[in-house]
């Protein structure tokens, strides 16, 4: 079998983690251990942090549901409680939504959500 030369496929290596480590400041941006460690670290974080945004967002929504649903004399577990009563299944983005931009049809549920209660 022929020798196998490596030096293109580390510097394919090399080339790519420098591409990811683009912008960083100082050594971190051109040297390869440095930025290799840094960008462990960032995809490390960029991981974790699209799990946590799913959780702040709804976290969010819940908020914005729950001071729209006090607006209307409703604390927010009664009030979903009622929708769920009333057969009305939406998601709490769509209810956040509503609660924000279209008030009068957050009030329209709400009240659908009281006669229900």
């Known amino acids: 079998m022929p020798r196998v030369k490596k030096a293109v496929k580390s510097r394919e290596r090399r080339k790519k983690i420098l591409k990811l480590a683009k912008g ?30 799913k959780r702040q967002f709804r976290s969010l929504w819940i908020m ?16 979903m409680h009622a929708l769920k009563k009333a057969n009305i299944d939406m998601d709490r983005k769509a209810l956040a939504h509503l609660a924000v931009n279209d008030p009068a049809a957050f009030a329209k549920l709400a009240r659908i959500a009281k006669e229900a209660a």
């Open 24 to 53: 960083y400041r100082g050594g971190r941006g051109k040297l390869i251990r440095s930025a290799s460690e840094t960008v462990d670290r960032a995809l490390k974080f960029a991981y974790r942090d699209r799990k946590t945004r």
């Open 64 to 79: 914005r549901i729950n001071a729209a649903a006090r607006e209307h004399d409703l604390s927010y577990s009664r009030f």
